[in-house]
């Protein structure tokens, strides 16, 4: 974990919930992860991931609940180590899914997740009893966070959602289309995730040893969620959403940049879980997401921006990555 990476606020006052009553034990837990106490009145600040990561472990140890004590059953510590050993026979991370959300039962009784099949994806649904609206939030961004950041681990490589949708209200944070992706919806009916089924397929690439290191460093990869923002994907991102598309780079364009031979940027690429054709297909639906959401800018104009010579093409295409029209999506954005 990168000393830059950081998380929002926000997560410290979700991770001391159950001790917000509780004002000395709160304080001394702060003081000991090296998180200043005024950071929880500043809606905007941001903690090192490595503090956070700290005071994680620490709250779970001095709550002897490995879920934070939002569950009212709970998860007493060592809890999250029997299930990974379960989780590392599976073969591939589909049965390893199935038995993650099973296992995940064992333990808590207010929130629960099913797995199911749409067409080419896969949907996790929550099923949350608690009803307190801060409990019920964190509770499921929590849950998601972890049973995602182990399938990651697992399979080796980032799995990208590709739709969310939460029953709640949005949270007071700024990481939501890095945690979710970018299309993503608050107070919908019901919360649920969906990613491509083929990960399913993947396999288990972990075993004991490997597992015995993940253990000893789990905060970190359910903060930074298997995500190397240093690495060369993130850095093909940000150079292709920084640009007008008609004066996107190509491929070779950005080995020769790299001092890299194109055999080699695919294959670096590969090893962090992308390819160019899927970064290139990611920016173009996070612009055309942004400016449906967030500009009044027409179809057209917007089909344009993308690299769609015709508007019925860019209507097909998202009616793929969506289920629905550009204009549908825009009226449920705006109501």
Known sequence: MQE????????????????????????????????????????????????????????????????????????????????????IQASTIGQALHQCLSSWRLFLRDIQGSLSLRGNSAVITLHNRQEAPFLRSIIEETFLTVVISLMCWLAGRRIPISRAQFGHPRPAHDDDHLLWGLDLTFKAAQTEIEFDADYLKLPVMQNLDSLKAFLRTAPQWVIIRFSNRQGLSAQVHRRLHNCHYPQWPSLVELAREDNLSVTSFRRQLQREGFSFQGIK????????????RNTDLSIAAIAEKVGFRETSAFHRAFKQWTGESPGSYRLKCRR
């Open 4 to 87: 830059k990476d950081s998380v929002s606020v926000y997560f410290v006052q979700a991770a001391l919930y159950r001790l917000h009553d509780q004002p000395a034990r709160m304080d001394a837990l702060l003081a000991q992860a090296g998180i200043p106490k005024r950071l929880l009145a500043e809606r905007a600040a941001r903690v090192p991931a490595t503090a956070f990561a700290k005071l994680w472990l620490m709250v779970i140890e001095e709550l002897d609940d490995e879920f934070f004590g939002y569950d009212s059953h709970g998860m007493p510590v060592g809890s999250f180590a029997l299930i990974c050993r379960g989780l």
């Open 281 to 292: 297909d990611e920016v173009r639906r996070s612009i055309a997401f942004d400016c449906l």
